[in-house]
């Protein structure tokens, strides 16, 4: 049965939050580890040191961390994650003076329209209902300035079937309790790109990662 915000919040507030970083170490190993899968995730996106960059549902911040190190010297991120807890793993972990971390829905954030010039959300639209994934890609289109860029950073469902049969098994998609297999499944029934198109996104384009187990979608606004 698929969970809302209030489910998902308690989860990383008090049992997610406490494996979190080491799960993710776990899960990326076999593609050639946490840092080699972060990079050519972030490879199609374009950063720059004058950007003001959001990382949407950044968790414990080690994606934002790597955003910032891309983007360089002068670019401002501001990550924002709806966990408490996550969030502060993130701060506690953070070394650049220009980045910050807020508490926060990615749905309806605190921001003014046209915020930043790149928007980025991170392994986090699979675990949502589509109408909360609807709205948070919106609400990324309405935090971008014009020309601004939408990068989504994902899970995505192999062709090969030994490898999606092995993703399965090592991403515990076989796990009865495991909440975001309706919502991932939804996700790839309506396929990434097409939801970025569908809230308003133009010249969208996907590139397949880890042999099609990861995708990132890059769109303009």
Known sequence: MPVGKATWRWFYDHIACHYYDLLLRWSLAPFGGEARVRRELLEPVTLGH????????????????????????????????????????????NRHEDNRFVVGDATATPFPAA????????????????SARIDALTEA?????????????????PR?????????????????????????????RHGLLNEVAHSGFRLARRVSIAHGALQTVVARR
């Open 50 to 93: 004058s950007d003001r960059i959001l990382d949407l549902c950044c968790g414990t911040g080690t994606a934002t961390l790597a955003i910032a190190s891309k983007a360089g010297s002068g670019a401002e991120v501001v990550g924002l994650d709806l966990s408490v807890q996550q969030v502060r793993r993130a701060r506690a972990k």
């Open 115 to 130: 915020s930043f010039d790149k928007v980025l959300i991170t392994h986090s639209l699979h675990e949502m209902l589509r």
């Open 141 to 157: 289109r309405r935090l971008l300035r014009p020309d601004g860029e939408l990068a989504v950073l994902e899970l995505d469902e």
């Open 160 to 188: 090969n079937l030994l490898l999606r049969a092995f993703c399965g098994l090592w991403w515990f998609y076989w796990l009865p309790l495991n909440f975001e297999t309706p919502t991932r499944r939804d996700m790839f």
